[in-house]
């Protein structure tokens, strides 16, 4: 019988293709809990060079990172737009 992998592992695998981390994302948002969005960006950060790699690249303070992160996390808008653009995506807007 093979191993089992955990659900984590695999999303953490799966998130390194940029298509599937912006469906990811996407669908976090669309998520009424608005700590999942925030929970989501930490594990895309997560396999995109850790946290701390992720605050140098995004010109945030490290500690003010890991709590933007958490579920309670609230970012300014222009903390939350640094962060996505070091990931390499884009913030954008589309019709409902």
Do not use: W
Request: net charge positive; glycine share 8%; aromatic share 6%.
């Amino acid at each position: 019988m093979k191993p089992a992998v955990s659900y984590h592992e695999d999303l953490l695998r799966r998130l390194k293709d940029p298509k599937y981390a912006v469906g990811y994302l996407n669908a976090c948002l669309e998520d009424p809990d608005e700590g999942a969005f925030m929970l989501a960006v930490r594990d895309v950060a997560q396999v995109h060079g850790g946290l701390r790699q992720l605050s140098k690249k995004a010109g945030l303070n490290r500690e003010h990172l890991f709590r933007m992160l958490s579920k309670t996390g609230n970012p300014r808008l222009h903390s939350l737009r640094q962060l996505i653009e070091a990931l390499g995506f884009k913030l954008t807007l589309k019709p409902a």
